[in-house]
C-alpha cells in the first residue's frame, strides 16, 4: 500500500485556572500554547518502518516482515469510535520486550505507534513509512508532549490510510478538518494517551485536536468557540514532583479541614468561571486595560489558593517574586510542586521588561520562553509554513 506524504503539527496546552480543584467537581480552563509538536511523514518504498524522535533520542527501524508477524487490527471505520484493545497493547509491549513495570518514553511512544499504525493499516497491506517528529515541547513538564505527539500522529496515520481526507488544498499553507474527522483525531490520540499514561482525563488530547480553550467539568470537555490571543511568558522551573502524590496532598487536606479548604475550593471554581467570562468578552468587544487588570488579579487570587492547597514551591515563589517586581503577574500551571508557571503579558508590556525578566528566570536556573495561549489546534502544512530550524530538524531523518 502506498500512503502520502503529510507534514502535520499540535499545540501543548496549560491549565489556566482550576488546577487540583478539578479533582474536587470545579471548573478547569486548558488552553493550547503555542509551542507545537511537529511531525512529518514521509511513504518509503524500502520495506521498512521507521520512527525518529530525536527529542529523546529515539530512533527504531523494523522490517515489514517483522511487523507483519504481530496481530493486525482493524479499527479505522469512520464511524466507530476506537476503543483499547487490551490484547494487542500486551503482545505489543512483548514484542518492544517491555512486559513488566512503568514505560519509558521512549517504549510508550514507540507502543503508542506500532498500536495505531497496526490499528489503521491492519486490514491492507502494512505500508513502508518514515515518521519524523520534533517538539518544541520539553517532556514530562506538564504541558502535554505527549498528547500532542498522539494527536499528531492519529492525524498523519488516519490521514495516510485515506480514513480521513487531506483538508490542505493547493496554495493553502495550513489547513484544519472538519469537526467529524477532528472527533476521529481526538478519539485515536485518546488511545495513544492511553497507552502512554494509563488513566488520562483527555483533557490534554481535546486541547491538542482543538486548540483555544476548553472548559473542563466532571469528566465533560467543552470547547469554547471564541478566545482572545494572549501573550505570557512560560516558565519551567525543572523541579521535578509527582502529580499523584500532590493531587493526594490536596485531597487530605480537604479531608482534615472541610470547612476551610471547601470554600477556597468554590473560589477557585469562581476564579475560573469569571476569567471564563472575561476572555468571552474580550472577543465580542474592544479590549480594554480594565480586561487585563482583572485578569492579572484572577491569576493572583488562584495562586494564593494553590499555596493553601499545598501545592506551592519555593521555585513557584521565587517566580512570582521576580515577576512582580517587574509588574508582572504569574502563577503556577498543572499539577504544582515546582513544574511550570504563566507570567501574562499586558499589550503594552515593553520589550526590555520582557528580555529583562526573562533573563532574571534564567539566572535562576530556569527555562523560559515567551508564546501565547489560545492559538489553534491540530494542522495540516505545506513545508513553506513551517519553521525552517523545525524543517531543519524534520529533514534529516
Known amino acids: 500500500m502506498q500512503v502520502k506524504d503529510c507534514l502535520v503539527s499540535a499545540p501543548g496546552k496549560a491549565i489556566l485556572h482550576g488546577e ?88 510508550a511512544a ?73 472527533e476521529l483525531i481526538n478519539s485515536w490520540a485518546f488511545q495513544g494517551e492511553m497507552i502512554i499514561h494509563g488513566n488520562p482525563s483527555g483533557v490534554d488530547n481535546a486541547v491538542g485536536t482543538w486548540g483555544g480553550m476548553l472548559r473542563f467539568l466532571a469528566g465533560k470537555i467543552i470547547p469554547l468557540s471564541r478566545v482572545p490571543l494572549l501573550r ?13 502524590v500532590l493531587v493526594a496532598r490536596v485531597k487530605d487536606k480537604i479531608n482534615k479541614f472541610p470547612s476551610i479548604m471547601t470554600p477556597v475550593l468554590d473560589s477557585v471554581d469562581a476564579v475560573s468561571c469569571t476569567c471564563e467570562k472575561i476572555l468571552s468578552e474580550m472577543t465580542s468587544e474592544p479590549i480594554t486595560g480594565e480586561h487585563y487588570n482583572i485578569l492579572e488579579e484572577l491569576i493572583d487570587i488562584n495562586q494564593h489558593h494553590l499555596n493553601v492547597m499545598g501545592v506551592g514551591h519555593p521555585s513557584l515563589d521565587t517566580l512570582c517574586r521576580i515577576t512582580l517586581a ?27 521588561v520582557v528580555q529583562s525578566t526573562v533573563q532574571d528566570l534564567r539566572d535562576c536556573g530556569f ?31
Open 110 to 182: 514507540t507502543l503508542a505507534f506500532l498500536y495505531i499504525y497496526l490499528s489503521l493499516f491492519g486490514s491492507s497491506e502494512l505500508p513502508s513509512m518514515t515518521v519524523s517528529v520534533w517538539s518544541e515541547l520539553p517532556t514530562g513538564a506538564g504541558l502535554g508532549s505527549s498528547a500532542a505527539y498522539s494527536v499528531c500522529l492519529a492525524a498523519a496515520l488516519l490521514c495516510a490510510s485515506g480514513i480521513i481526507p487531506t483538508p490542505l488544498k493547493e496554495m493553502d499553507h495550513t489547513a484544519r478538518w472538519c469537526q467529524e474527522d477532528m
Open 326 to 352: 517587574k509588574g508582572l503577574h504569574s502563577k503556577l500551571t498543572g499539577a504544582g510542586g515546582g513544574g511550570c508557571g504563566i507570567t501574562l503579558l499586558r499589550p503594552e508590556t515593553d520589550f526590555l
Open 367 to 397: 527555562d523560559c520562553w515567551e508564546t501565547s495561549i489560545g492559538g489553534p489546534g491540530v494542522q495540516q502544512h505545506c513545508p513553506i509554513s513551517v519553521k525552517e530550524e523545525v524543517l531543519e530538524v524534520l529533514n534529516r531523518y
Open 232 to 244: 505570557i511568558l512560560l516558565t519551567n522551573t525543572k523541579v521535578p514532583r509527582s502529580t499523584k
Open 20 to 107: 487540583h480543584a478539578v479533582v474536587h467537581g470545579k471548573v478547569a480552563l486548558a488552553v493550547s500554547l503555542n509551542l507545537r509538536t511537529y511531525l512529518r511523514l514521509k511513504a518509503t518504498s524500502n520495506c521498512k518502518v521507521c520512527v525518529n524522535l530525536p527529542n529523546i533520542d529515539t530512533f527504531i527501524c523494523w522490517d515489514l516482515s517483522e511487523l507483519k508477524q504481530l496481530p493486525q487490527y482493524f479499527h479505522g471505520k469512520k464511524e466507530e469510535v476506537p476503543r483499547l484493545d487490551a490484547e494487542l497493547v500486551r503482545k505489543l509491549r512483548e514484542f518492544l520486550g517491555v512486559t513488566n513495570g512503568n514505560l519509558d518514553n521512549c517504549d
